[in-house]
Protein backbone atom coordinates (compact mmCIF):
# COMPACT_ATOMS: atom_id res chain seq x y z
CA UNK A 1 0.00 0.00 0.00
CA UNK A 2 1.50 3.49 -1.00
CA UNK A 3 0.62 6.91 -0.05
CA UNK A 4 0.29 7.90 -4.22
CA UNK A 5 -2.71 8.40 -5.94
CA UNK A 6 -4.60 5.39 -7.15
CA UNK A 7 -8.01 4.58 -9.28
CA UNK A 8 -9.71 1.74 -8.32
CA UNK A 9 -8.08 -1.02 -9.25
CA UNK A 10 -5.24 0.30 -6.85
CA UNK A 11 -8.00 1.04 -3.92
CA UNK A 12 -9.13 -2.84 -4.33
CA UNK A 13 -5.60 -4.05 -3.56
CA UNK A 14 -5.09 -1.66 -0.75
CA UNK A 15 -8.17 -3.13 0.89
CA UNK A 16 -6.61 -6.65 -0.02
CA UNK A 17 -3.69 -5.94 2.00
CA UNK A 18 -5.21 -4.36 4.86
CA UNK A 19 -7.45 -7.23 5.43
CA UNK A 20 -4.34 -9.70 5.17
CA UNK A 21 -2.98 -10.38 9.14
CA UNK A 22 0.90 -10.51 9.78
CA UNK A 23 1.67 -14.35 9.94
CA UNK A 24 1.37 -15.38 13.34
CA UNK A 25 5.53 -16.10 14.22
CA UNK A 26 6.58 -18.35 16.80
CA UNK A 27 6.40 -15.64 19.65
CA UNK A 28 2.53 -15.62 19.22
CA UNK A 29 2.59 -11.95 18.76
CA UNK A 30 2.21 -10.22 15.23
CA UNK A 31 3.30 -6.92 14.65
CA UNK A 32 2.85 -3.73 11.56
CA UNK A 33 5.38 -1.11 10.90
CA UNK A 34 5.53 2.11 9.11
CA UNK A 35 9.12 3.89 8.36
CA UNK A 36 9.66 7.26 9.11
CA UNK A 37 10.48 7.58 5.39
CA UNK A 38 7.18 6.03 4.57
CA UNK A 39 9.35 3.11 2.67
CA UNK A 40 7.25 0.58 4.44
CA UNK A 41 3.34 1.71 5.59
CA UNK A 42 1.53 -1.10 7.75
CA UNK A 43 3.76 -3.53 6.95
CA UNK A 44 4.02 -7.31 8.47
CA UNK A 45 6.73 -7.46 10.92
CA UNK A 46 8.33 -11.12 10.63
CA UNK A 47 11.26 -10.64 13.71
CA UNK A 48 8.99 -10.60 16.78
CA UNK A 49 10.33 -13.27 19.31
CA UNK A 50 10.27 -14.37 22.72
CA UNK A 51 13.13 -13.14 24.82
CA UNK A 52 14.14 -13.72 28.84
CA UNK A 53 14.88 -10.86 30.70
CA UNK A 54 17.75 -11.31 33.48
CA UNK A 55 16.20 -12.01 37.05
CA UNK A 56 15.41 -8.29 38.93
CA UNK A 57 15.21 -6.27 35.25
CA UNK A 58 12.36 -4.93 33.25
CA UNK A 59 11.83 -5.29 29.38
CA UNK A 60 11.99 -1.60 28.06
CA UNK A 61 8.47 -1.59 28.31
CA UNK A 62 6.30 -2.65 30.87
CA UNK A 63 2.55 -3.33 29.95
CA UNK A 64 0.27 -4.13 32.65
CA UNK A 65 -3.32 -5.29 31.92
CA UNK A 66 -4.47 -5.17 36.06
CA UNK A 67 -4.56 -1.28 35.65
CA UNK A 68 -7.36 -0.42 33.53
CA UNK A 69 -8.52 3.00 32.44
CA UNK A 70 -10.77 4.41 29.69
CA UNK A 71 -13.17 2.14 27.41
CA UNK A 72 -12.42 3.12 23.69
CA UNK A 73 -15.20 3.66 21.22
CA UNK A 74 -12.75 4.17 18.17
CA UNK A 75 -11.15 6.52 15.89
CA UNK A 76 -12.43 8.31 12.51
CA UNK A 77 -12.38 11.25 10.50
CA UNK A 78 -14.97 13.88 10.47
CA UNK A 79 -17.45 13.46 7.24
CA UNK A 80 -17.93 17.08 6.34
CA UNK A 81 -19.98 18.66 3.60
CA UNK A 82 -16.49 18.58 1.26
CA UNK A 83 -15.87 15.18 1.98
CA UNK A 84 -19.76 13.31 1.51
CA UNK A 85 -19.92 15.94 -1.81
CA UNK A 86 -16.48 14.35 -3.00
CA UNK A 87 -17.79 10.76 -1.78
CA UNK A 88 -20.62 10.93 -3.34
CA UNK A 89 -19.90 12.75 -6.81
CA UNK A 90 -16.25 11.96 -7.36
CA UNK A 91 -16.17 8.37 -6.91
CA UNK A 92 -17.46 5.60 -9.16
CA UNK A 93 -20.02 3.41 -7.48
CA UNK A 94 -17.54 0.38 -6.92
CA UNK A 95 -14.49 2.83 -6.01
CA UNK A 96 -16.87 4.20 -3.59
CA UNK A 97 -18.02 1.24 -1.59
CA UNK A 98 -14.52 -0.26 -1.71
CA UNK A 99 -13.47 3.14 0.08
CA UNK A 100 -15.75 2.94 2.52
CA UNK A 101 -15.17 -0.41 3.16
CA UNK A 102 -11.36 0.21 3.39
CA UNK A 103 -11.97 2.56 6.02
CA UNK A 104 -15.21 1.52 7.57
CA UNK A 105 -14.76 -2.22 7.67
CA UNK A 106 -13.73 -4.45 11.13
CA UNK A 107 -12.49 -7.23 9.10
CA UNK A 108 -11.18 -5.82 6.11
CA UNK A 109 -10.54 -2.56 6.50
CA UNK A 110 -9.45 0.15 9.43
CA UNK A 111 -12.75 0.00 11.09
CA UNK A 112 -13.03 3.53 11.58
CA UNK A 113 -15.60 3.52 14.89
CA UNK A 114 -16.26 7.27 14.95
CA UNK A 115 -17.08 10.00 13.11
CA UNK A 116 -18.04 13.66 13.11
CA UNK A 117 -20.81 16.04 11.38
CA UNK A 118 -22.24 19.15 11.08
CA UNK A 119 -25.09 20.64 12.15
CA UNK A 120 -25.07 23.80 9.09
CA UNK A 121 -22.17 24.70 7.22
CA UNK A 122 -18.43 25.09 8.48
CA UNK A 123 -15.91 25.93 6.58
CA UNK A 124 -16.13 23.21 4.29
CA UNK A 125 -19.34 23.62 2.56
CA UNK A 126 -20.30 25.09 -0.81
CA UNK A 127 -22.90 27.47 0.75
CA UNK A 128 -23.13 28.96 4.34
CA UNK A 129 -26.66 28.00 5.50
CA UNK A 130 -28.21 26.64 8.18
CA UNK A 131 -31.15 24.17 8.47
CA UNK A 132 -33.60 26.72 10.04
CA UNK A 133 -32.81 29.86 7.94
CA UNK A 134 -35.96 30.94 7.96
CA UNK A 135 -36.96 33.79 11.05
CA UNK A 136 -39.00 32.73 14.01
CA UNK A 137 -38.98 28.68 12.71
CA UNK A 138 -36.48 26.87 14.84
CA UNK A 139 -37.38 23.74 13.58
CA UNK A 140 -34.66 21.75 11.95
CA UNK A 141 -35.36 21.03 8.12
CA UNK A 142 -32.41 18.31 7.17
CA UNK A 143 -32.81 18.69 3.56
CA UNK A 144 -29.66 20.08 2.95
CA UNK A 145 -27.92 16.86 4.54
CA UNK A 146 -30.14 14.32 2.33
CA UNK A 147 -28.51 14.87 -1.53
CA UNK A 148 -24.66 13.68 -0.03
CA UNK A 149 -24.06 13.72 3.34
CA UNK A 150 -27.24 11.15 4.81
CA UNK A 151 -26.39 8.64 2.01
CA UNK A 152 -22.57 8.79 3.27
CA UNK A 153 -23.12 8.26 6.39
CA UNK A 154 -25.94 5.56 5.94
CA UNK A 155 -23.49 3.38 3.94
CA UNK A 156 -20.81 3.84 6.55
CA UNK A 157 -23.21 2.55 9.27
CA UNK A 158 -24.29 -0.17 7.13
CA UNK A 159 -20.17 -1.34 6.80
CA UNK A 160 -19.65 -0.79 10.65
CA UNK A 161 -22.98 -0.44 12.74
CA UNK A 162 -20.85 0.48 16.10
CA UNK A 163 -20.01 3.96 14.16
CA UNK A 164 -20.49 6.57 16.93
CA UNK A 165 -21.89 9.64 15.15
CA UNK A 166 -20.93 13.56 17.01
CA UNK A 167 -23.25 16.24 15.72
CA UNK A 168 -21.77 19.72 15.62
CA UNK A 169 -23.44 23.35 14.83
CA UNK A 170 -20.39 26.09 13.87
CA UNK A 171 -23.39 29.37 14.41
CA UNK A 172 -26.93 29.41 15.69
CA UNK A 173 -29.22 30.09 12.64
CA UNK A 174 -28.82 33.70 11.69
CA UNK A 175 -31.98 35.82 13.07
CA UNK A 176 -31.15 33.73 16.86
CA UNK A 177 -27.83 35.70 16.90
CA UNK A 178 -26.44 39.47 17.87
CA UNK A 179 -24.63 39.68 14.54
CA UNK A 180 -28.05 38.64 12.33
CA UNK A 181 -25.41 36.72 10.44
CA UNK A 182 -23.73 33.30 10.76
CA UNK A 183 -20.66 34.30 10.63
CA UNK A 184 -19.32 35.88 14.24
CA UNK A 185 -21.99 37.13 17.23
CA UNK A 186 -23.27 35.61 19.80
CA UNK A 187 -26.62 33.78 20.13
CA UNK A 188 -29.09 36.16 22.02
CA UNK A 189 -30.57 34.94 25.66
CA UNK A 190 -34.12 35.43 24.50
CA UNK A 191 -33.43 32.85 21.49
CA UNK A 192 -31.88 30.19 23.87
CA UNK A 193 -34.77 27.96 24.08
CA UNK A 194 -35.51 28.35 20.16
CA UNK A 195 -31.60 27.24 19.64
CA UNK A 196 -31.96 24.29 22.05
CA UNK A 197 -35.20 23.54 20.29
CA UNK A 198 -33.62 23.63 16.75
CA UNK A 199 -30.70 21.10 18.31
CA UNK A 200 -33.05 18.53 19.39
CA UNK A 201 -35.67 18.72 16.50
CA UNK A 202 -32.69 18.34 14.12
CA UNK A 203 -31.46 15.31 16.27
CA UNK A 204 -34.84 13.63 15.87
CA UNK A 205 -35.51 14.32 12.25
CA UNK A 206 -31.59 12.77 11.72
CA UNK A 207 -32.74 9.54 13.54
CA UNK A 208 -36.09 9.19 12.01
CA UNK A 209 -33.69 10.16 8.47
CA UNK A 210 -31.62 6.57 9.77
CA UNK A 211 -28.33 8.54 10.85
CA UNK A 212 -29.06 8.28 15.04
CA UNK A 213 -26.94 10.56 16.77
CA UNK A 214 -25.00 9.94 19.49
CA UNK A 215 -23.40 13.15 21.03
CA UNK A 216 -23.76 16.89 20.44
CA UNK A 217 -22.11 19.59 21.47
CA UNK A 218 -23.49 22.98 21.56
CA UNK A 219 -21.25 25.00 19.46
CA UNK A 220 -17.71 24.69 17.14
CA UNK A 221 -14.72 26.54 18.98
CA UNK A 222 -16.77 28.87 21.09
CA UNK A 223 -13.69 31.11 22.05
CA UNK A 224 -12.87 31.85 18.41
CA UNK A 225 -15.38 34.40 15.63
CA UNK A 226 -14.12 33.74 12.22
CA UNK A 227 -13.82 36.31 9.77
CA UNK A 228 -15.52 34.30 7.27
CA UNK A 229 -17.50 31.63 7.85
CA UNK A 230 -19.78 30.40 10.41
CA UNK A 231 -19.12 30.79 14.04
CA UNK A 232 -20.20 31.83 17.42
CA UNK A 233 -18.95 33.28 20.26
CA UNK A 234 -20.44 30.94 23.45
CA UNK A 235 -18.63 32.34 26.93
CA UNK A 236 -18.89 29.51 29.76
CA UNK A 237 -21.40 31.84 31.37
CA UNK A 238 -23.49 31.61 28.44
CA UNK A 239 -23.29 28.08 27.74
CA UNK A 240 -23.77 26.77 31.16
CA UNK A 241 -26.97 28.77 31.28
CA UNK A 242 -28.10 27.65 28.00
CA UNK A 243 -27.45 23.87 28.89
CA UNK A 244 -29.18 24.25 32.41
CA UNK A 245 -32.10 26.36 31.33
CA UNK A 246 -32.72 24.93 28.35
CA UNK A 247 -30.90 22.03 25.88
CA UNK A 248 -29.97 19.69 29.19
CA UNK A 249 -33.93 19.15 29.77
CA UNK A 250 -34.83 19.35 26.80
CA UNK A 251 -32.62 16.22 25.38
CA UNK A 252 -33.15 14.51 28.75
CA UNK A 253 -37.36 14.38 27.73
CA UNK A 254 -37.32 14.29 23.56
CA UNK A 255 -33.88 12.45 22.70
CA UNK A 256 -32.36 10.78 25.83
CA UNK A 257 -29.81 8.72 24.31
CA UNK A 258 -27.97 11.36 22.93
CA UNK A 259 -25.19 12.83 25.28
CA UNK A 260 -24.43 16.19 25.54
CA UNK A 261 -20.20 17.26 25.50
CA UNK A 262 -18.76 20.74 26.28
CA UNK A 263 -15.92 22.94 24.98
CA UNK A 264 -15.45 21.48 21.90
CA UNK A 265 -12.21 23.50 21.40
CA UNK A 266 -8.79 23.96 22.62
CA UNK A 267 -6.11 22.29 24.79
CA UNK A 268 -4.91 26.16 25.89
CA UNK A 269 -8.01 27.07 27.86
CA UNK A 270 -9.04 23.85 30.11
CA UNK A 271 -10.11 26.76 32.38
CA UNK A 272 -13.16 27.10 29.86
CA UNK A 273 -14.98 23.87 30.52
CA UNK A 274 -13.96 23.35 33.92
CA UNK A 275 -15.66 26.74 34.58
CA UNK A 276 -19.13 25.21 32.90
CA UNK A 277 -18.51 21.91 34.96
CA UNK A 278 -18.20 23.81 37.85
CA UNK A 279 -21.80 25.01 37.00
CA UNK A 280 -23.43 21.69 39.40
CA UNK A 281 -27.15 22.68 37.42
CA UNK A 282 -24.99 21.90 34.45
CA UNK A 283 -22.91 19.48 34.70
CA UNK A 284 -25.42 17.40 35.52
CA UNK A 285 -26.80 17.68 31.49
CA UNK A 286 -23.41 17.59 30.56
CA UNK A 287 -21.65 14.02 29.97
CA UNK A 288 -18.41 14.73 28.49
CA UNK A 289 -15.43 17.48 27.41
CA UNK A 290 -14.52 17.67 23.50
CA UNK A 291 -11.08 19.13 22.50
CA UNK A 292 -9.17 20.17 19.70
CA UNK A 293 -5.45 20.20 19.24
CA UNK A 294 -4.61 24.00 17.45
CA UNK A 295 -3.09 25.11 20.57
CA UNK A 296 -1.76 24.34 23.78
CA UNK A 297 -0.75 20.39 24.89
CA UNK A 298 -3.15 17.26 25.23
CA UNK A 299 -2.22 17.13 28.88
CA UNK A 300 -4.75 19.51 29.83
CA UNK A 301 -7.67 16.47 29.28
CA UNK A 302 -6.14 15.06 31.77
CA UNK A 303 -6.50 18.48 33.99
CA UNK A 304 -9.64 18.36 33.30
CA UNK A 305 -10.73 14.68 33.70
CA UNK A 306 -9.13 14.69 36.87
CA UNK A 307 -11.10 17.23 38.57
CA UNK A 308 -14.63 15.43 36.73
CA UNK A 309 -13.55 11.65 36.97
CA UNK A 310 -17.13 10.95 36.14
CA UNK A 311 -17.15 13.21 32.42
CA UNK A 312 -16.05 11.42 29.64
CA UNK A 313 -12.86 12.75 27.21
CA UNK A 314 -12.86 13.10 23.61
CA UNK A 315 -10.94 14.06 21.03
CA UNK A 316 -12.90 15.64 17.99
CA UNK A 317 -11.03 17.91 15.96
CA UNK A 318 -7.15 18.49 14.33
CA UNK A 319 -6.58 19.41 10.57
CA UNK A 320 -3.92 18.25 8.98
CA UNK A 321 -2.01 20.67 6.15
CA UNK A 322 0.64 22.09 3.96
CA UNK A 323 2.08 23.28 7.73
CA UNK A 324 2.57 20.11 8.74
CA UNK A 325 5.64 19.28 6.95
CA UNK A 326 7.06 16.56 4.96
CA UNK A 327 5.66 12.74 5.66
CA UNK A 328 7.96 11.70 8.88
CA UNK A 329 7.06 14.97 10.42
CA UNK A 330 3.42 14.67 9.48
CA UNK A 331 3.22 10.89 10.52
CA UNK A 332 4.88 11.14 13.52
CA UNK A 333 2.99 14.06 14.83
CA UNK A 334 0.16 12.65 14.59
CA UNK A 335 0.85 9.14 16.03
CA UNK A 336 2.93 11.22 19.22
CA UNK A 337 -0.38 13.49 19.84
CA UNK A 338 -3.13 12.05 18.08
CA UNK A 339 -2.81 8.57 18.77
CA UNK A 340 -0.72 8.07 22.24
CA UNK A 341 -0.92 11.49 23.42
CA UNK A 342 -5.18 12.18 23.40
CA UNK A 343 -5.53 8.30 24.78
CA UNK A 344 -3.24 8.63 27.21
CA UNK A 345 -4.65 11.39 28.87
CA UNK A 346 -8.74 10.05 28.81
CA UNK A 347 -9.92 10.52 25.28
CA UNK A 348 -12.53 7.82 24.52
CA UNK A 349 -12.68 8.42 20.59
CA UNK A 350 -10.36 10.13 18.41
CA UNK A 351 -11.76 12.15 15.43
CA UNK A 352 -9.48 13.67 12.41
CA UNK A 353 -11.14 16.61 10.28
CA UNK A 354 -12.02 15.96 7.05
CA UNK A 355 -11.87 12.57 6.21
CA UNK A 356 -11.57 13.41 2.18
CA UNK A 357 -10.42 16.87 0.79
CA UNK A 358 -10.09 17.36 -3.03
CA UNK A 359 -6.63 17.67 -4.79
CA UNK A 360 -7.06 21.99 -4.36
CA UNK A 361 -7.65 21.56 -0.34
CA UNK A 362 -11.64 21.56 -0.84
CA UNK A 363 -14.04 22.29 -1.56
CA UNK A 364 -14.20 25.40 0.86
CA UNK A 365 -15.94 28.47 1.32
CA UNK A 366 -13.67 30.71 3.69
CA UNK A 367 -11.40 29.26 6.43
CA UNK A 368 -8.27 27.22 5.82
CA UNK A 369 -7.19 27.30 2.56
CA UNK A 370 -4.38 25.02 3.02
CA UNK A 371 -6.15 21.78 4.64
CA UNK A 372 -5.75 17.91 3.98
CA UNK A 373 -8.10 15.15 4.55
CA UNK A 374 -6.85 12.06 5.65
CA UNK A 375 -7.14 10.67 2.11
CA UNK A 376 -7.25 12.96 -1.18
CA UNK A 377 -9.92 12.55 -3.85
CA UNK A 378 -8.54 14.00 -7.59
CA UNK A 379 -11.76 15.67 -8.74
CA UNK A 380 -10.98 15.52 -12.73
CA UNK A 381 -10.36 11.47 -12.21
CA UNK A 382 -11.58 9.85 -8.78
CA UNK A 383 -7.60 8.69 -8.01
CA UNK A 384 -7.27 8.45 -3.66
CA UNK A 385 -4.41 9.87 -2.16
CA UNK A 386 -3.81 8.30 1.31
CA UNK A 387 -1.95 11.24 3.62
CA UNK A 388 0.12 10.39 6.51
CA UNK A 389 -2.18 10.69 8.76
CA UNK A 390 -4.13 8.19 7.37
CA UNK A 391 -1.04 5.43 8.56
CA UNK A 392 -1.58 7.21 11.65
CA UNK A 393 -4.82 6.54 12.50
CA UNK A 394 -4.62 3.22 10.72
CA UNK A 395 -1.88 2.00 13.55
CA UNK A 396 -4.80 2.34 16.14
CA UNK A 397 -8.13 1.89 14.42
CA UNK A 398 -7.17 -1.37 12.85
CA UNK A 399 -6.14 -3.16 15.95
CA UNK A 400 -7.73 -1.46 18.88
CA UNK A 401 -11.46 -2.85 18.82
CA UNK A 402 -14.42 -0.42 20.21
CA UNK A 403 -14.76 -1.59 23.67
CA UNK A 404 -10.77 -2.18 24.30
CA UNK A 405 -9.65 -1.04 27.52
CA UNK A 406 -6.88 1.27 27.53
CA UNK A 407 -4.39 -0.52 29.72
CA UNK A 408 -0.71 0.50 31.86
CA UNK A 409 2.13 0.98 29.45
CA UNK A 410 5.80 2.54 31.36
CA UNK A 411 8.87 2.44 29.97
CA UNK A 412 12.33 4.35 31.20
CA UNK A 413 13.28 5.61 28.40
CA UNK A 414 12.59 8.85 27.28
CA UNK A 415 12.73 8.07 23.44
CA UNK A 416 9.99 5.05 23.48
CA UNK A 417 6.57 6.49 23.66
CA UNK A 418 4.00 3.79 24.18
CA UNK A 419 0.15 3.48 24.56
CA UNK A 420 -1.71 0.07 25.36
CA UNK A 421 -5.29 -1.52 25.10
CA UNK A 422 -7.09 -4.98 25.99
CA UNK A 423 -10.14 -6.07 24.60
CA UNK A 424 -11.84 -8.16 27.60
CA UNK A 425 -9.65 -9.37 30.59
CA UNK A 426 -8.57 -12.16 28.94
CA UNK A 427 -8.40 -10.80 25.42
CA UNK A 428 -5.74 -9.50 23.14
CA UNK A 429 -3.64 -6.76 24.22
CA UNK A 430 -2.32 -4.67 21.71
CA UNK A 431 0.55 -2.16 22.35
CA UNK A 432 2.05 1.08 19.67
CA UNK A 433 5.27 2.17 20.17
CA UNK A 434 6.94 5.05 18.83
CA UNK A 435 10.53 4.93 18.37
CA UNK A 436 11.82 8.60 18.96
CA UNK A 437 15.67 7.68 19.62
CA UNK A 438 18.71 8.44 17.32
CA UNK A 439 19.23 5.02 15.70
CA UNK A 440 17.66 1.90 15.19
CA UNK A 441 17.02 -0.52 18.21
CA UNK A 442 15.75 -3.54 19.72
CA UNK A 443 12.89 -2.96 21.91
CA UNK A 444 11.76 -5.66 24.73
CA UNK A 445 8.30 -5.83 25.92
CA UNK A 446 5.90 -7.46 28.02
CA UNK A 447 4.65 -8.10 31.78
CA UNK A 448 8.16 -9.47 33.13
CA UNK A 449 6.54 -13.05 33.01
CA UNK A 450 5.90 -13.20 29.20
CA UNK A 451 8.36 -11.07 26.83
CA UNK A 452 9.21 -10.33 23.66
CA UNK A 453 11.55 -8.26 21.53
CA UNK A 454 11.08 -5.91 18.79
CA UNK A 455 13.64 -4.21 16.12
CA UNK A 456 12.21 -0.41 15.23
CA UNK A 457 14.25 1.56 13.03
CA UNK A 458 14.37 5.03 13.93
CA UNK A 459 11.85 7.32 14.02
CA UNK A 460 9.42 4.42 13.31
CA UNK A 461 6.18 3.20 14.75
CA UNK A 462 4.90 -0.25 15.58
CA UNK A 463 1.88 -2.00 16.84
CA UNK A 464 2.53 -4.99 18.46
CA UNK A 465 -0.31 -7.40 19.08
CA UNK A 466 -0.68 -10.77 21.41
Not at 19 to 30: K, L
Not at 45 to 50: A, S
Not at 62 to 75: L, M, Y
Not at 431 to 445: C, D, H, M, Q, S
Request: glycine share 8%; proline share 6%; hydrophobic share 40%.
Amino acid sequence: MTGKTCPIGCLLAALSLLSVSASANPAGVEGWLTTADGSRKLSPMEDVKVVQIAKGQNPDIVINTQKRFQKIAGFGASITDASAYLIQTKLSENARQALMRELFSRSAGLGFSVTRITIGASDFSQSHYSYADVPGNPLADIAPARTHLIPTLKTMRAINPQLKIIATPWSAPAWMKTSGSLIKGRLKPENYGDFARYLVSYTIAMRKAGVPIDMLTIQNEPHFEPENYPGMRVEPAERAAFISGHLGPKMRREIPGTKLLDWDHNWDQPESPTAVLSDHTAARYIDGVAWHCYAGEVAAQSLVRDRFPKKETWFTECAAGQWSGNWEKAFNWSVRNLIIGTTRNWAKGVVMWNLALDENTGPHLGGCGNCRGLVTINSKNGDVTREPEYYAFAHASKFVRSGADRVASYSGDKHLETVAFQYGKRGQTTLIVYNGGPAERTVTFGDGKSNYAATLPKGAVATLIW
